[in-house]
């Protein structure tokens, strides 16, 4: 089956992000396809390789990139909910001229019409929030 | 068209203290453009997100509430109430926005947006969609 994943909470407030990991994880190993993760509200916190947590905590950010990495996942944080909470790759960087850019490995920024092409394309969307 | 998908997006918190309610609204306009079959619910405090004359001037936070009234131009013109949601806080009909569309189909006839149903109704309904969205 193909999947695609919404994920709406940031990494550490709540639970949504890390079981949405859980979840990608054995879809894969199950054979399934994850058509697109889509990070949106404060799931785009999510995004930023800036993240260091204690080294006994699991650092979320890192395994959504090494999962992109491993298994060629779509991540994409939604660029509307990313300027609000400075979110920044490449491109938004020189756009809205800041002086840096926090985008993490295997996430990409685009635009809510891709949360609205990953519920068409795949057999199931699935929301993981609060 | 044939090929469209059925997508339903459940609102389910209040309008402000969370930005859940107005980045749902961006979602359905966004969404909007790709010539899907749109429906929208609300239920427990996301039945206030349609109440008359919302006014934040108070709490410094942007008023979207007016964009409510674009959804029927958006072709955005199912829109479900539950009913238990609205009488667990004492609303009726009459306390929401009057939503309306205009049916190219009946020479642009002005028609009512919003149905108020039971949850058992919405319980149905949902079961019909083909992409759920939960905000």
Redesign the interface.
Known sequence: MKFSI?V?EGPYNHEASVTAINFVKAAVEAGHEIFRVFF??DGVNNGTRYTTPPQDDINIQKTWSELAEAHNIDLVVCV??AQRRGIVDEGEQQRNKKDGNNIAPGFRIS???Q???A??EADR?V?F?? | MSDA?K?MYINRKAPYGT??AW?SL??VL??A??D?EVSLAFVDDGVYQLMKGQDTTEVGIKNFSPTYSALGDYDVNKIYIEKESLEARGLTLDDLQHLVWEDEDEDWAEKDSIRVVTSAELAELFDTQ??????
């Open positions: 919404q709406s949106y509200h509307a909910a635009g809510l019409g949360l609205i092409e519920g068409i969307l929301v929030g609060d | 998908k997508f930005v859940y980045e961006e979602v966004i969404g453009a790709f899907q083909d992409v759920v969205l939960s905000f």
